[in-house]
């Protein structure tokens, strides 16, 4: 996992958490094909919070903590699931230091390596432009 998702090994630990959240989702033969998360707490399960580790993610900063000129997301690394609470755990590459939070926004199919870089556009040529605005009226009118 740590490999895939281009981390530090110092990160070994939050791999291993995710990994054993992952596998107490899965379904276990030994439990007549049930989930050992259903067996243990009597409710059924949900895969809808599941993530991929070592994503890209936008998290939230709350107002007691960003002035009024300041960014209202910083980008981060979903490193885990909340280990005893709602949310995700993220680690901050700027601040070196990890952020718990559920509002945010996970790209998935990015990791560490395309943090900090910024897509080159391209330039668009008259003849797209000059397209782009007849589009633009046609939209309109209809």
Known sequence: MLFEAKLLGSFWGEA????????NL???VILQADVPDRM???????YSHLRVFGCKAFVHVPKDERSKLDAKTRECIFISYGHDEFGYRFYDP?????????DVI???DQTIEDIGKIEKSESLS????????Q???????M
Do not use: M
């Not at 291993?16 to 596998?23: E, N, R, S």
């Not at 008259?126 to 605005?133: A, N, Q």
């Not at 589009?135 to 009118?141: G, N, Q, T, Y």
């Open 94 to 102: 700027v601040e070196k230091k990890l952020v718990r939070s559920c």
């Open 16 to 23: 291993l958490h995710t990994a054993a959240h992952v596998i």
């Open 126 to 133: 008259t003849d797209d432009v000059v397209d782009l605005i």
């Open 135 to 141: 589009l633009l009226r046609l939209i309109r009118l």
């Open 26 to 28: 899965s379904v276990v």
């Open 106 to 108: 996970l790209v998935e």
């Open 40 to 46: 243990w707490y009597g409710k059924d399960v949900s």
